[in-house]
């Protein structure tokens, strides 16, 4: 079945750059969405169709898909961007559509 | 304002059953797709299933099929989830969503704790 790669954890100090990654094969090809759930919530979809934002979602946020890795950036990072953050990819070719990356918390 | 409000989460035990239920408004239900997805405690998200639009399309994950099965009545907006022959690996917070294809899950519940245990 397909697979969905993320680092455990990532440390960034606040105003600085935090980069997540999330490889899979020829995933690049596919869509790619990410998502953040802070302790104790329900998660938050942050980026859609690899690089799009959501109504809400601040600009510091931002992503990228090529090849085998697509990569969430979060810029200028604050204390509330402490949280986890999936990735996510949806392959309608395969039999279980939906699959998430296994998570990366961040700590600011 | 999207609002899903998910019901039905209870303890039971191996082998029982139960059926989930989310009442979604706010947004047109007819034209979404509809997902669970759950996360067990301390773990990471697991996607478990999603119904197209008509009710007519559904899937699954490895872990669940031909043990929970998902429908929709789109004249009462509502989704729901059944859960049959539970094991306490399906221990979990079970959040209904909106979406489950090509953008994403765009929208969560706050989710209903479902506890397996003898």
């Known amino acids: 079945s397909y697979a969905l790669a993320q680092p455990p954890s990532v440390s960034v100090a606040p105003g600085k750059t935090a980069t997540i990654t999330c490889e899979g094969d020829?995933?690049?090809?596919?869509?790619v969405h990410w998502y953040q759930q802070r302790p104790g919530q329900a998660p938050l979809l942050v980026l859609y169709?690899?690089?799009s934002r959501p109504s809400g979602i601040p600009e510091r946020f931002s992503g990228s898909n090529s090849g085998n890795t697509a990569t969430l950036t979060i810029s200028r990072v604050e204390v509330g961007d402490e949280a986890d953050y999936y990735c996510?990819?949806?392959?309608?070719?395969?039999?279980?559509?939906?699959?998430f990356g296994s998570g990366t918390t961040i700590t600011v | 304002e999207v609002q899903l409000l998910e019901s039905g989460g209870d303890l039971k035990q191996p082998g029982g059953s139960l059926r989930l239920s989310c009442a979604a408004s706010?947004?047109?239900?007819?034209?979404?797709?509809m997902s669970w997805v759950r996360q067990a405690p301390g773990k990471g998200l697991e996607w478990v299933s999603t119904?197209?639009?008509?009710?007519?399309?559904?899937y699954y994950a490895d872990s669940v099929r031909g043990r929970f099965s998902i429908t929709r009545d789109n004249s009462k907006t509502t989704v729901f989830l059944h859960l049959d022959s539970l094991s306490v690996d399906d221990t979990a917070i079970y959040y209904c969503?909106?979406?489950?294809?090509?953008?994403?899950?765009?929208?969560w519940g706050q989710g209903t704790l479902v506890t397996v245990s003898s």
């Open positions: 969503t909106k979406g489950g294809g090509s953008l994403g899950f765009d929208s």
């Open positions: 706010g947004f047109t239900f007819s034209t979404s797709a």
């Open positions: 119904i197209n639009v008509s009710g007519r399309k559904t």
């Open positions: 020829d995933l690049g090809g596919l869509s």
């Open positions: 169709d690899d690089s």
């Open positions: 996510q990819v949806w392959d309608s070719e395969l039999d279980h559509p939906n699959v």
